[in-house]
T-cell receptor
Framework: AQSVTQLDSQVPVFEEAPVELRCNYS??????LFWYVQYPNQGLQLLLK??????LVKGINGFEAEFNKSQTSFHLRKPSVHISDTAEYFC?????????????FGTGTRLTVIP | GAVVSQHPSWVICKSGTSVKIECRSL??????MFWYRQFPKQSLMLMAT?????????EQGVEKDKFLINHASLTLSTLTVTSAHPEDSSFYIC??????????????FGPGTRLTVT
């Protein structure tokens, strides 16, 4: 079995400040890791993904995440946020053997950027 | 990148009627499509997985007779909510994965369909 935990349901941060959204997972097998962003009344957009290789993954909109196998974490970071980053962020994991199938989502983190 | 569309984007229907939602992969062939349900301020819950040409696999607790899924082609899957009730009101999101062998390990999500049952 596997699970995804996003500890912070809401993260308020001032504009141009750095932010970290936390994601921890549990799995007994190799996993692929994903971060998605969802704007109000819209579907999910992929920010970045880790499949293998370098543990530091860079994505769109200036976001990056680091895969830490020993801590089973995949935290999302951005050095300077903008108002437009206000959205819901979901961490997701799938078994490496099934590719992108069988995605398990965390409960989401609402990022609110304060002007 | 690959694009997935959904139609309609929102729909209001009366209790007891049926509603069909379409999910299309516009520029790739999708062997597998997924249907999710999302309640306000909550995460996505997988309802079912559909493979082209075969019956959908439903998650535990999802009524297959209520949520009919048809994946008739490599670019189209439909979700029909039969005899809809107010508790079926939700945001329904579909996603699709490209055919195996493409090396593309990603689910591409549609924009979602807001269903309101009155």
């Amino acid at each position: 079995a596997q699970s995804v935990t996003q500890l912070d349901s809401q993260v308020p941060v001032f504009e141009e400040a750095p932010v970290e959204l936390r994601c921890n997972y549990s799995s007994s097998v190799s996993v692929y890791l994903f971060w998605y962003v969802q704007y109000p009344n819209q579907g999910l957009q992929l920010l970045l993904k880790y499949l293998s290789g370098s543990t530091l993954v860079k994505g769109i909109n200036g976001f990056e995440a680091e895969f830490n196998k020993s801590q089973t974490s995949f935290h999302l970071r951005k050095p300077s946020v903008h108002i437009s980053d206000t959205a819901e962020y979901f961490c997701a994991v799938s078994w490496a053997t099934t590719g992108a199938n069988n995605l398990f989502f965390g409960t989401g983190t609402r990022l609110t950027v304060i002007p | 990148g690959a694009v997935v569309s959904q139609h309609p984007s929102w729909v209001i229907c009366k209790s007891g009627t049926s509603v069909k939602i379409e999910c299309r992969s516009l520029d790739f062939q999708a062997t597998t499509m997924f249907w999710y349900r999302q309640f306000p301020k909550q995460s996505l819950m997988l309802m079912a997985t559909s493979n082209e040409g075969s019956k959908a696999t439903y998650e535990q607790g999802v009524e297959k007779d209520k949520f009919l899924i048809n994946h008739a082609s490599l670019t189209l899957s439909t979700l029909t909510v039969t005899s809809a009730h107010p508790e079926d009101s939700s945001f329904y999101i579909c996603s699709a994965t490209p055919r195996p062998g493409t090396g593309d390990y990603e689910q591409y999500f549609g924009p979602g369909t807001r269903l309101t049952v009155t």
